[in-house]
């Protein structure tokens, strides 16, 4: 049989009646964004076919309403939770908007925050995030490694989305961990280590013949194994001279991940 509705809702969602050839029928959510965009899922059984509703998986069509009103018009909660203090349901959206304050708080940088927005089709910052499966995750994953992101950066835009979907739910870690998994070998390519010394002592003196300064920070690096961000941070303070037999050097904080402020 045709599915019955959708019958529109005062806010841009939509309850529909799906009637299969037998048993009872069931109520879908649909959910419009913009340029005529949205997302649609069948949550609820319907309280036909002799069924009684329970208010939980069995819906009168009232109550099926009531729900999926939940998915429009939403609102920001004041906690962590997957609902708004109006009982509304976050978005992956919202969840991104409530991850900016917990990074600007630990001084690490918003942007993680911004970054997945650009990659995120409308469809998919529109959805609840408690409507959200592994399949969803790891198709968007796959598809934006196929418009040509590198997977280095692939992983990046999907760590940053996992942990703003985790801070919004725990209790679907596993959905986040699982469908959000981060591509294999994806900075091997950027991994270049010198086994050999003599190599490693050619490397550093061929610097030195191009360039001093370029020889100079070579050097610190092949000696330290720090990063060139905190080796361009050196002053001459840095190096502790008190035991000439055992000279220290204080390295900078890397930039890499912790603040946004290494000194």
């Not at 009103?69 to 919202?94: N, P, R, S, Y």
């Amino acid at each position: 049989m045709e599915p019955l509705g959708p019958f529109p809702l005062a806010s841009p969602s939509w309850v529909g009646y799906r009637k299969p050839l037998s048993g009872p029928g069931s109520w879908a959510a649909r959910v419009g964004v913009a340029n005529g965009k949205g997302w649609e899922k069948t949550l609820w059984t319907a309280d036909d076919n002799g069924l009684k509703a329970d208010g939980e998986k069995i819906l009168t069509f009232w109550q099926a309403k009531t729900e999926v009103q939940k998915f429009a018009g939403k609102k920001l909660g004041a906690d962590t939770t997957t609902t708004g203090d109006d009982g509304a349901v976050i978005t992956v959206d919202e969840a991104l908007t409530q991850y900016e304050p917990t990074l600007r708080k630990r001084g690490a940088r918003v942007y993680n925050a911004k970054l997945p927005r650009f990659h995120l089709t409308d469809t998919l910052l529109s959805k609840p995030i408690t409507l959200l499966t592994e399949d969803d995750l790891e198709g968007w994953r796959d598809s934006i490694l196929e418009k040509g992101l590198a997977p280095s950066s692939v992983n990046r835009v999907i760590l940053c989305l996992r942990a703003a979907l985790t801070q919004a739910d725990k209790t679907r870690v596993h959905i986040w961990r699982d469908g959000l998994k981060a591509l294999p070998d994806a900075t091997e390519a950027n991994n270049v280590v010198i086994e050999d010394e003599a190599k490693a002592q050619a490397w550093v003196a061929a610097a030195y013949a191009h360039d001093h300064q370029l020889g100079l920070l070579t050097h610190v690096l092949g000696e330290t194994g720090a990063r060139p961000s905190q080796a361009v941070r050196l002053r001459i303070r840095d190096l502790i001279t008190i035991d000439a037999k055992a000279p220290r050097l204080m390295m900078p904080k890397s930039g890499k991940g912790g603040t946004s402020h290494p000194g």
